[in-house]
């Protein structure tokens, strides 16, 4: 298995411009999660999907940030309109029946806003 | 709200030393503890997963402790490699999240 796949590895983007960053979970996993990862508030948990559908969402900061998980193997994060301070290293993980097992993380997407 | 903390928040030691890198949380009803290994600019890898009824785990040169009723967790790493040089951060789970420490940057001197 490949892992986890994400895209773009690298995204630099000016304010106010829509960025989305895509996720591929690994086969079989259920479960898909977002982070976010900045020097300033370390790794955080920003949303999380089981069998596709959005069970915890609190760590969204703002209603400028969506996600959705189409189908068991796609999952995208969306920031729109995009601003400077959203410029931090977005992982995705994914696990089998969620948090209760270990989670597997993509090499992740490093945003810059300028 | 669970809290997260890793001491030291850097670590260099020479080659060959034994290790103990330290997590400490506030929260005690957890369902388990992972300690991962951060490259630069490379994604997490799990290293060990601490289900709450356990008290250690170990996998190879690594072994994790985790003293509930104490809310810490240590992570022993036995004849340090420079290859083991990275930053390594634990997470607890509970109440459907995975808080995350801020990690420890290890530099293993060759």
């Known amino acids: 298995d490949a892992g986890v796949i994400q895209s773009p590895r690298h995204e630099v983007t000016e304010m106010g411009q829509e960025v989305t960053l895509r996720c591929k979970p690994i086969?079989?996993?259920?479960?898909l999660f977002w982070y976010r990862q900045t020097m300033m508030r370390g790794l955080e948990l920003l949303i999380y999907?089981?069998?596709?559908?959005?069970?915890?969402d609190s760590g969204m900061p703002e209603d400028r940030f969506s996600a959705k998980m189409p189908n068991a193997s796609f999952s995208t994060l969306k920031i729109q309109p995009s601003e400077p301070r959203d410029s931090a290293v977005y992982f995705c993980a994914s696990s089998f029946s969620g948090l209760l097992n270990e989670q597997f993380f993509g090499p992740g997407t490093r945003l810059t806003v300028l | 709200k669970q809290e997260v903390t890793q001491i030291p928040a850097a670590l260099s030691v020479p080659e060959g030393e034994n290790l103990v890198l330290n997590c400490s949380f506030t929260d005690s009803a957890i369902y388990n503890l992972q300690w991962f290994r951060q490259d630069p600019g490379k994604g997490l890898t799990s290293l060990l997963l601490i289900q709450s009824s356990q008290r250690e785990q170990t996998s190879g040169r690594l072994n994790a402790s985790l003293d509930k009723s104490s809310g810490r967790s240590t992570l022993y790493i036995a004849a340090s490699q420079p290859g083991d040089s990275a930053t390594y951060l634990c997470a607890v789970e509970g109440a459907q999240k995975l808080v995350f420490g801020q990690g420890t940057r290890l530099t293993i001197n060759p």
């Open positions: 086969s079989g996993h259920n479960s």
């Open positions: 999907f089981n069998n596709n559908v959005p069970i915890d």
